[in-house]
């Protein structure tokens, strides 16, 4: 007997048993996905209409009903999450079982060998990055600049704090940027292998440079504008016009686009002209140790001497190319560096299970790291400015590193497989990541006046973040957007 199935946009998947009988057919994954279709259109919901509740008094909409947009919103989310699998069970004569799963939701085809452990860190790691910008208006130690509010780093400040998001923020900080680029530099070498460095560079420049080239100069100018709003210079002239003064403007989160296709050219590049070295630069940790020192060294060696180098907390260089934490670039590209000669090599003997499995401890190293960075101007005080730098730079390096290192290991035990929820937050991460600053600086805007406690504003603002960016990508990927996002 043989089974197939095939569909116009797919691959036919075709399963041979060994014998005709004992086959068993069922739609496991419409039963299973209906109850993530239900958590996500109970959320979007409840999230639309606050958001929607919040805006009445800020725009005048005539003879439209508001709660339209609401409930399409939920529709949106309900086809984004929803994601059907039709799976066949079947046994042999000795009576060992095989299962074909046929997936029919929005990944676009099936078979495509993926590293679903890493794939799901980076999802998540995104999720820590709405995260991190929802909590920024909360923060006891948030202040906003408003006579030069491009360049304030909390955007949008309410007079409410809570003092558990200055956990949140300060520890992702020291590094969840460097997380992200050694993941995106994992997948490089073998991508370059596949494609060659033409295609490769075109790729990254289609999904990197175009969303950064449009979305900064159309989406930045609708994220800030409530920061412009909040500054002394609301009223006194064009918004966009002071918005694109002087040749240079904040694009938010998207400086990770250019950044990261920067980082791409200058290995191309290598490649191209170095084939020899490049050909050579590949790496494969062999055991734990090799790990932690490897990362533990690479950290210092970035992290410390770029401190002395003095570096305004954001450069703008040109147009939208601007950098957050300027001296922390070397400590990005040295990560980068790092994914991408684990990535040439063995990356999962490397980043086995056995090899992350201190991960419980190397969590407690990245916290006693972060504690050691954020209390030692208390706990130290009187020590001259370059004995400050050294110990801050120090904490900075090892909470890094073992915070890593813990993130890759629980990724490792605990998603060994996939999941419907994770494959679609997994599809629709990259726009998750791109569109989410401007509903979060919204959302925290339309809440400055509310008399709610700051916990509750920062989790309606997550909740209304993440909804609304995911189902604006999950729409825009059923069209032709889809080969960028």
Request: some cysteine; glycine content about 8%.
């Amino acid at each position: 007997m043989r089974v197939s199935l095939s569909s116009s946009s797919h691959p036919s998947l075709i399963v041979v048993p060994a014998k005709a009988g004992n086959q068993e057919s069922y739609w496991t994954g419409t039963i299973l996905n209906l109850r993530i279709t239900l958590i996500g259109l109970l959320l979007s919901s409840l999230s639309a209409f606050v958001f929607i509740y919040l805006m009445k008094p800020h725009i005048v909409i005539t003879n439209f009903p508001l709660q339209w947009i609401s409930v399409r919103l939920s529709l949106l989310s309900c086809l984004a999450l929803f994601r059907p699998v039709y799976c066949v069970k079947l046994k042999d004569n000795g009576g060992r079982q095989t299962e074909a799963r046929w997936d029919f939701g929005w990944r676009g085809g099936v078979g495509l060998s993926r590293d679903v452990s890493i794939d799901y860190l980076r999802s998540l790691v995104t999720v820590s990055v709405v995260a991190h910008h929802a909590a920024l208006a909360y923060t006891t130690f948030s202040s906003f600049d408003a006579e030069h509010y491009r360049e304030s780093p909390m955007p949008v400040v309410d007079a409410v704090r809570f003092l558990p998001l200055d956990i949140l923020v300060s520890w992702n900080d020291l590094f969840f940027m460097a997380l992200m680029f050694f993941v995106s530099g994992l997948f490089v070498v073998p991508s370059i292998a596949r494609k060659g460095e033409g295609r490769f560079l075109a790729d990254r420049a289609k999904r990197l440079g175009v969303p950064f080239v449009v979305f900064s100069v159309v989406l930045s100018p609708i994220a800030l504008y409530p920061s412009w709003l909040l500054s002394t210079s609301a009223g006194h002239g064009d918004y966009l016009a002071s918005f694109f003064a002087g040749g240079t403007w904040n694009a938010g989160p998207l400086w990770f686009l250019w950044v990261l296709l920067a980082f791409c050219v200058i290995v191309v590049v290598a490649f191209r002209f170095l084939p020899a070295v490049m050909k050579g630069f590949s790496w494969t940790a062999g055991s734990t140790g090799a790990l932690v020192t490897v990362f533990s060294l690479a950290t210092l060696a970035t992290a410390v001497p770029l401190s002395f180098v003095g570096l305004p907390d954001v450069l703008l260089l040109a147009g939208p190319l601007g950098l957050p934490h300027p001296s922390r670039a070397l400590l990005y590209f040295v990560w980068f560096l790092m994914g991408l000669a684990l990535g040439a090599g063995d990356m999962k003997r490397s980043l086995s299970r056995e090899n992350l499995k201190l991960w419980p401890l190397w969590l407690a190293v990245g916290a006693l790291g972060y504690l050691a960075n954020a209390l030692s101007p208390a706990l130290l005080p009187g020590i001259s400015a370059t004995m400050t730098k050294i110990v801050l730079n120090t904490s900075l390096s090892f909470s890094c590193t073992f915070t890593i290192l813990a993130a890759l290991g629980i990724a490792r035990r605990f998603f060994a497989t996939s999941i419907a929820a994770g494959d679609n937050l997994s599809d629709n991460a990259y726009g998750i990541y791109v569109f989410h600053y401007m509903f979060v600086l919204w959302a925290q805007f339309l809440l400055l006046n509310q008399p709610i406690a700051a916990g509750v504003k920062f989790l309606v603002v997550l909740a209304f973040a993440l909804a609304a960016s995911w189902t604006l990508t999950a729409g825009l990927r059923k069209t032709q957007l889809r080969k960028i996002l």
